[in-house]
């Protein structure tokens, strides 16, 4: 048990001006960052690690914690302004976020993404200071067998209320899951499907994949679409209503349901080792869609939409640490990065980290809440610059995103190779939007492809083959029928239902008309 003279010890140590300083300076990198296509937090954190060296523990931690936070909130910015997400996970805004910008409403659905990022970031920082090791021994109670049937689940949630028709969704599904099995496979390490190409044994790149489908498809799609007359990217009125720059306390307050589940998703899914941010930001979707009032106005413009997605991916990055921290196991990429950090300072992450370094991880603790903040702030000062950049000509942002879309793949993946497979995704991404096919389930498959395929082959082992042992794991045979039942609902009867109120809504304008 740490002692509260050492809680309050390093809380103090948090406040000092240089770690503050530090905090400020990685959350403004970070959202930069991420606010460029192409890039990303993980990259930010990559470059940063380096230059962390001379300094002490925790300005080097705070720093990098600072970068990540700011980054989540960044990628949201390309994705609300011209539908090119700076991150995968910040695809799901886009469903909802660049309708709100193309109804001329760019600032409220950013500060509305921003609002809900810090929120859900707070919610599963708080959990993390208060809850780390409970939470952390809950998470490892969760087999390959729960987790294969908790990714079916969601599979089965996304497929259903993204897209419109089942099959197409579940096409695209199958089709992610088939470039994923690219590179060595993740049980044997034997290569497969790799052609020749060495540069494919580690498989597809996930950053030229996603940014290749997600943005540079779209880059292309609105570049063929400008006319000879020069028009700016987002249409903003010039007699633009006061509200439609803010977000209201009551829309915030009307949002906070939908803000709580997105925290409690991101937290839980954070929490398990492998999952992401990705994941949870569409099932946070997925579920605010389903239970909502108005499901016809999600993917046009409703403002819960950019709420549940900013809320639940923002969480996972205080889940992350809590088996980092307590256990020692990363949950994600950037808290890989962050173990690194740790060792490179000599502090092993552990069981026995709050007992030796209690000081230093509640100093951690307290710049996280102190980055939260200032991701608020910098945030909020910073979005009426991004909604003037876009503002510009819509053929000399596209350029630059296309630009920039390749620089930071480049970057990323270490040479030309990535930016040839980004290129190939794009031509891929066109085609599957151009014939209804969704280019977001086919990410989250190709971006759970290996996790799903080594939980397949774990669950096949501890069944023994035998496919009626899985009544003894009650959680994932309840996971299981919920996903049956959701593909009944929402592949079926769902849609009946709504068919059924539209023709009766046809019936009743035809006859006021009369």
């Not at 948090?14 to 503050?20: C, F, G, H, Q």
């Not at 030796?356 to 939260?372: D, E, K, P």
């Amino acid at each position: 048990m740490v002692e509260f003279t050492t809680v309050l010890a390093g809380l103090g140590d948090a406040l000092n001006l240089t770690n503050l300083l530090f905090v400020i300076a990685g959350v403004a990198i970070g959202q930069f960052i991420g606010a460029l296509p192409g890039t990303g937090p993980v990259m930010a954190m990559a470059v940063a690690i380096p230059f962390t060296f001379v300094l002490d523990p925790l300005p080097a931690i705070a720093f990098l914690v600072g970068v990540n936070k700011g980054g989540l909130f960044g990628g949201a910015i390309p994705a609300i302004l011209i539908n090119t997400p700076g991150t995968p996970d910040a695809a799901a805004t886009a469903l909802d976020g660049h309708p709100l910008a193309k109804k001329g409403k760019p600032v409220k659905a950013m500060k509305m993404a921003l609002y809900s990022s810090v929120t859900g970031d707070t919610f599963s920082d708080i959990v993390l200071i208060t809850l780390s090791v409970p939470l952390a021994i809950i998470a490892l109670q969760m087999g390959p067998v729960e987790i294969f049937a908790l990714m079916i689940f969601a599979f089965s949630i996304i497929a259903g209320l993204i897209g419109d028709s089942v099959v197409k969704a579940l096409i695209a599904a199958v089709l992610g899951l088939f470039f994923a099995m690219v590179g060595l496979d993740p049980e044997h390490g034997t290569p497969r499907l790799y052609f020749g190409y060495f540069e494919l044994f580690d498989g597809l790149p996930l950053t030229a994949v996603a940014i290749g489908m997600l943005a540079v498809a779209e880059i292309f799609r609105r570049l063929a679409n400008i006319g000879k007359s020069i028009l700016p990217t987002i249409e903003i009125p010039d007699t633009q209503d006061a509200d439609d720059k803010r977000v209201s306390r009551a829309e915030y307050w009307s949002c906070r349901y939908v803000m709580l589940r997105g925290a409690v998703i991101g937290t839980v899914l954070g929490a398990i080792p492998g999952i992401g941010s990705t994941a949870a930001a569409f099932m946070s979707y997925a579920s605010t869609k389903q239970t909502s009032n108005d499901p016809e106005s999600f993917g046009k413009g409703n403002i819960q939409g950019v709420a549940a997605t900013e809320s639940a991916n923002s969480a996972v990055m205080g889940a992350n640490l809590i088996t980092l921290l307590a256990i020692g196991i990363p949950g994600s990429i950037t808290a890989a990065l962050l173990i690194s950090a740790f060792k490179i300072h000599g502090i092993q992450p552990g069981p026995l980290l709050f007992e030796q370094q209690g000081r230093l991880i509640y100093g951690l603790f307290g710049a996280m809440l102190m980055a939260n903040l200032m991701n608020l702030l910098i945030g909020q000062a910073s979005l009426r610059l991004w909604a003037r950049i876009i503002s510009a000509p819509e053929s000399l942002v596209f350029s630059a995103a296309l630009v920039l879309c390749i620089t930071g793949v480049y970057a990323s993946t270490g040479g030309m190779f990535g930016v040839a497979v980004m290129l190939a995704f794009a031509i891929l991404g066109y085609v599957m939007t151009s014939f209804g096919y969704s280019v977001v389930i086919f990410i989250i498959a190709f971006f759970l492809g290996n996790k799903l395929e080594l939980s397949l082959s774990q669950t096949l082992v501890i069944l023994d083959g035998n496919p009626m042992a899985i009544i003894n794991f009650p959680v994932a045979l309840a996971l299981l029928l919920l996903s049956l039942l959701s593909i009944v609902w929402l592949g079926y009867l769902a849609p009946r239902r709504a068919n059924k109120r539209a023709l009766i809504a046809d019936d009743q304008s035809d006859t006021s008309s009369k």
